[in-house]
């Protein structure tokens, strides 16, 4: 949690930090045409990618399969599209890299490997009980 509290206060002044060095390095209108550009090509792409991890869904549903990488790669696409329309260029190496198809894969492959989606409700990604816990299953009456 203070790892999350860091970066929401790092961010924004890295982003400004960036900003001012770039517009000083190659001036204020082509910073501002740059972070306009990046702004469109991500909408473009996350509309792209989008399209293409719902087909990917709807294929392997129709198919009887479970979708699970596609599950994944829907919240990594839309993070990726919101630090895309973020102005700024870090955030924007960030959207681009989570719209970055294998790159996706191997961020949805890590995420499934390792459990990281286990609630405690259990579901589709409960993580399956150890193998050191002694459980007896069985039934039991009580006679009076």
Same mark, same amino acid.
């Given at each position: 949690?203070?790892?999350?509290?860091?970066?929401?206060? *790092?961010?924004?002044?890295?982003?400004?930090?960036?900003?001012?060095?770039?517009?000083?390095?190659?001036?204020?209108?082509?910073?501002?045409?740059?972070?306009?550009?990046?702004?469109?090509?991500?909408?473009?792409?996350?509309?792209?990618?989008?399209?293409?991890?719902?087909?990917?869904?709807?294929?392997?549903?129709?198919?009887?399969?479970? #979708?699970?990488?596609?599950?994944?790669?829907?919240?990594?696409?839309?993070?990726?599209?919101?630090?895309?329309?973020?102005?700024?260029?870090?955030?924007?190496?960030?959207?681009?890299?989570?719209?970055? #198809?294998?790159?996706?894969?191997?961020? *949805?492959?890590?995420?499934?490997?390792?459990?990281?989606?286990?609630?405690?409700?259990?579901?589709?990604?409960?993580?399956?009980?150890?193998?050191?816990?002694?459980?007896?299953?069985?039934?039991?009456?009580?006679?009076?």
């Amino acid at each position: 949690m203070q790892i999350l509290f860091l970066c929401v206060l *790092a961010i924004p002044f890295l982003e400004i930090y960036v900003l001012l060095q770039m517009g000083g390095l190659i001036g204020v209108f082509p910073t501002v045409i740059l972070v306009v550009f990046t702004a469109v090509l991500g909408a473009w792409l996350l509309r792209q990618q989008g399209f293409a991890t719902w087909q990917r869904f709807q294929s392997n549903l129709a198919q009887g399969s479970i #979708p699970a990488y596609e599950m994944i790669e829907g919240p990594i696409i839309l993070v990726g599209g919101a630090l895309l329309l973020t102005p700024g260029f870090f955030t924007d190496m960030l959207g681009f890299a989570c719209l970055i #198809p294998s790159l996706r894969r191997k961020i *949805a492959q890590y995420i499934l490997e390792n459990h990281l989606l286990a609630g405690a409700s259990g579901g589709a990604f409960h993580q399956p009980q150890r193998q050191d816990q002694d459980v007896i299953e069985g039934e039991y009456r009580k006679d009076e």
